[in-house]
């Protein structure tokens, strides 16, 4: 029998010269080229799963994690923009029933619309928009199961981080209030085609049971607000989004120093705050 394109590992350079494509900077594309790196998205992201367990993959490019994750029993749905891709897919994995590509833009992420939730999701993403990705995983937690993402370094090191830290910000609020982020694995640039210019990390993200505080507009008002501006005291930053009066009897309520930084704060107390700002 003919070995297909989902049964063995190939690198994409192959992939890509077999279809006479390169790599293209619009759609910030970087193909991932360690074996051994994919091995490690598929498995954080397939982590006590089901067989046959719905997988969305965000830029499934020439299909490298898609055939991992097919090679380990998942059904994955990819999304995927560019026309090249599309055909390149279509013609290397149209006959496998395990994959579904579709046309469409993560930035407009829809989990629901795409795979039975709480679903998993999986992906290269494209460093552009990995803010908004991350985002819609807060916005959409309830769909989520499970997510393991290649990010910029730097990324990992904000969500990752901890309060009283450079790093920790209104990412870091956002994401840990709803998910566990845990790191899998530092990714240098010569693991991509090509070579991007910043080192990377998988992480994955597990949901939490409930929020460590309730997320709302006046929470969202108030961690923005809080880091709009470090080097303010909470007090002074906090009145780019409340009145005086009202931030005053908030911290008095809730034993919070005015004279902090919103950076020290914990999420916990983030969410104190923010019930007596209500």
Known sequence: ????????????????????????????????????????????????????????????????????????????????????????????????????????????????????????????????????????????????QRAALMVQREVRDRLTAAPGTKAYGAPTVFVQNVYEVADVCSVPPGAFHPPPKVHSSVIVLRPRHAPRAKDDTTFTQLVRAAFGQRRKTLRNALRAAFDRERVEAALARCGIDGGRRGETLTVEEFGALGAALR
């Not at 010269?17 to 759609?27: F, I, K, V, W």
């Not at 397939?46 to 830029?59: D, K, W």
């Not at 380990?72 to 923009?81: D, L």
């Open 1 to 144: 029998m003919t070995p297909q394109p989902w049964d063995r590992w190939e690198d994409p350079r192959r992939v890509l010269a077999r279809h006479g494509l390169r790599p293209s900077r619009r759609h910030s594309q970087n193909f991932l080229t360690s074996k051994s790196v994919v091995e490690d998205i598929a498995a954080a992201v397939l982590e006590e799963a089901s067989p046959g367990c719905e997988v969305l993959e965000i830029g499934p490019g020439v299909g490298t994690l898609s055939a991992e994750l097919v090679r380990r029993g998942a059904r994955v749905t990819a999304i995927e923009k560019d026309p090249r891709m599309l055909q390149l897919l279509e013609k290397e994995f149209g006959e496998l029933d395990a994959l579904r590509v579709v046309s469409g833009d993560a930035v407009a992420l829809r989990i629901d619309a795409w795979i039975p939730v709480p679903g998993r999701v999986a992906g290269n993403l494209p460093y552009a928009i990995t803010g908004v990705i991350l985002r819609r995983l807060v916005e959409q937690r309830r769909c989520v």
